[in-house]
């Protein structure tokens, strides 16, 4: 399967727990971003990573939230301290050139009890 | 922020028939995408329309990009039961990174 892959498809933790997603992309693409959709929402942009190098972060990510690429291939989300409002549905997606069209997973659905 | 509205929010309508969506955006855009949703899911991609371009096609799909007024539609023709699903517009915005700014999407249900 050459797509977007992302891990776990589901998330259930319990509020002030840390919680880590894994995103791999299409493997000949340099460019991985991260999204999170709400209920009744369209996707919203959180963080792009060009390779292994972070060019840009949402005000959406806050300081409990942190993004990774080591390698320029996967990529990892984690969220400490989590709140309820953090449940939503992360997405990941990537893309081969700048203004290319994004191809995305499945995404990972967070639920924060 | 989202940049985007699209119109209508919901559509309903039997199948074999013709379904527009309209959506417009804020800002000077590279180009203009369209993406399908299913309950659920991840989103799929359908069609790219760069800003030199004003119309564009895709199997059933047409899309036509109207930079004056900063607004596509996407226009699915004979629609089946399995397009039924949240379509969403979103735009590369003129000089931006890489990233995708949506609107909140249209429900479209197909009735058998």
């Known amino acids: 399967d050459t797509g977007v892959s992302q891990d776990p498809r589901h998330k259930i933790t319990k509020r002030g727990q840390n919680v880590t997603f894994r995103c791999d992309p299409i493997?000949?693409?340099?460019?991985l971003y991260w999204y999170r959709q709400t209920l009744g929402q369209g996707p919203e942009f959180l963080t792009y990573?060009?390779?292994?190098?972070?060019?840009?972060k949402s005000r959406l990510l806050s300081d409990r939230f942190s993004a990774e690429r080591p390698k320029g291939s996967f990529s990892t989300l984690e969220i400490q301290r989590t709140e309820q409002g953090d449940s939503a549905m992360y997405l990941c997606a990537s893309s081969l050139d700048r203004a290319a069209e994004a191809f995305f997973g499945q995404g990972t659905r967070l639920t924060v009890v | 922020s989202q940049q985007g509205e699209e119109d209508p929010q919901a559509l309903s309508i039997q199948e074999g028939e013709n379904a527009t969506m309209n959506c417009s955006y804020k800002?000077?855009?590279?180009?203009l995408q369209w993406y399908r949703q299913n309950s659920g899911r991840g989103l799929v991609h359908l069609i790219l329309i760069r800003s030199n371009e004003r119309e564009k096609h895709s199997g059933r799909l047409r899309v036509t990009l109207d930079t004056s007024k900063k607004s596509s539609s996407l226009l699915i023709t004979a629609s089946r039961a399995a397009d039924t699903a949240s379509y969403f517009c979103a735009s590369h915005q003129l000089g931006a990174n890489s990233k995708l700014t949506f609107g909140k999407g249209i429900t479209l249900s197909v009735r058998p």
């Open positions: 800002t000077s855009i590279n180009n």
């Open positions: 493997s000949e693409h340099n460019r």
């Open positions: 990573f060009q390779n292994e190098a972070q060019l840009e």
